[in-house]
């Protein structure tokens, strides 16, 4: 008795919980290919010359919605940990433009440092997305 009190309990707990987004999009919209949309990057590779070891850069890959959906950014998730990317929470409508950003710490990684972004999202096609950027880290002085 007392676990299925337990269960009901739950139950109605779980059923109770909506999400306060009024976009109507949702968690399974990733999965969804009625819910699918295009997207245009608009810059998706960059190469960002030479900067001093110990410089944090400062990375941002510009994007389009070029479909009828919202574009809903599920995951970015960078090649190391020497990069931070910011996850976006907010879809982004039909038309509109939006960024993926990220953070990249130069300490200790003298050299070229090609570093790539993996993004998924819900897109026609493939609903992952590769953006590359390269920079020359130079020993500080």
């Known amino acids: ?5 337990t269960c009901l309990i739950a139950a109605s707990l779980i059923a109770g919980c909506k999400s306060n ?3 109507g999009v949702t968690a399974n919209t990733i999965i969804d ?7 245009q990057w608009l810059d998706s590779t960059k190469d960002f010359g030479k900067i001093e070891e110990g410089q944090k850069l ?12 919202p574009l809903v950014i599920e995951k970015v998730q960078p090649s190391c940990g ?3 990317a910011e996850q976006s929470t907010e879809p982004i409508a039909p038309g509109a433009e939006g ?8 300490e200790g990684r003298t ?7 993996f993004v998924t999202a819900n897109t026609k096609g493939s609903q992952s997305h590769s953006l590359q950027f390269v920079v020359q880290v130079e020993k500080k002085s």
């Open 33 to 39: 290919s009625t819910q699918f949309t295009t997207i």
């Open 21 to 23: 987004d009024k976009s």
């Open 111 to 117: 050299g070229v440092n090609h570093k790539t972004l």
């Open 58 to 69: 400062e990375v941002s890959f510009r994007f389009k919605n070029t479909g009828n959906k």
């Open 99 to 106: 960024q993926v950003k990220a953070s990249f710490n130069s």
């Open 1 to 5: 008795m007392r676990y299925l009190l």
């Open 82 to 84: 020497c990069t931070v």
